[in-house]
């Protein structure tokens, strides 16, 4: 069960790779990877070999701030630069071979269709990192009701902000990242307001109902 809660976004794409192959398009475009979160890619500021800012000859002194931090330190780090203080910052990442489709993704890449991808499984993934048990026998419906929100629900305020790519060695490919940010007030309003519906649906009760509590008092502790 819990590697079906982690896989959910994989098997998203996969459905998305075989409903664009099963059209003629004569451009793929590849499908973004929303698990940046829990993956282990690292990037080596030592590889890399071109930026959208020029060839490395400048080295991380060519990168943006907000790229810089994220390859370094992720999210959390990236929240941390003053600019950010007071906003949730999210980041698509991409990567491959084929500059002109990552080009095409990125510039396609919207807040209002695609934010909802990157914000529901950072919703996802506190869910299960809080559970002390599976996430379904810790929250019961309420977790499933309140997931499916996550992904559905339209978050008005997100803005994307920048992209940004870089070519590295070792493998050489391209890694694009979109920039996407909303204010940490309207974020926690939108969630609230899914997590009080999600509650209202799954009615849970005994110890479900204690952790749905726990978890409605905490949610933005390390989010």
């Known amino acids: ?13 996969v459905l998305v790779l075989f409903s ?8 793929f475009i590849p499908v973004p990877d929303f698990s940046v979160y829990a993956a282990n890619k690292t990037t080596e500021i030592g590889n ?10 400048r080295g991380a002194r060519s990168l943006p701030g907000w790229v ?8 959390e780090a990236v929240e941390q630069i003053d600019s950010y203080s007071d906003k949730y910052v999210f980041i698509g990442v991409n990567e ?8 095409k993704w990125a510039d396609n890449f919207s807040a209002e269709q695609d934010f909802s991808m990157l914000a529901a499984n950072r919703i996802e993934e506190r869910l299960i990192s809080n559970a002390s048990l599976y996430p379904d026998d810790e929250y019961g419906l309420f977790f499933e009701r309140f997931v499916k929100s996550a992904y559905s629900a339209e978050y008005q305020g997100a803005v994307k902000e920048d992209t940004y790519w870089i070519r590295h060695s070792l493998p050489e490919i391209y890694t694009f990242f979109v920039l996407i940010t909303i204010d940490k007030n309207t974020m926690q309003l939108i969630v609230r307001r899914m997590m ?8 849970p009760t005994g110890s479900q109902a204690a952790s749905v509590n726990r978890l409605r008092q905490t949610f933005f502790e390390g989010f």
């Open 68 to 75: 810089f931090a994220f390859i370094n330190g992720g999210i």
């Open 20 to 27: 664009c192959a099963g059209q003629n398009n004569s451009l």
């Open 196 to 203: 009080t519906q999600a509650t209202a649906a799954a009615n």
């Open 96 to 103: 491959g071979d084929k500059f002109t489709a990552l080009s």
């Open 48 to 57: 890399i070999i071109e930026t959208k800012s020029g060839t490395s000859e």
């Open 1 to 13: 069960m819990k590697l079906r809660l982690f896989a959910a976004p994989y098997l998203l794409n």
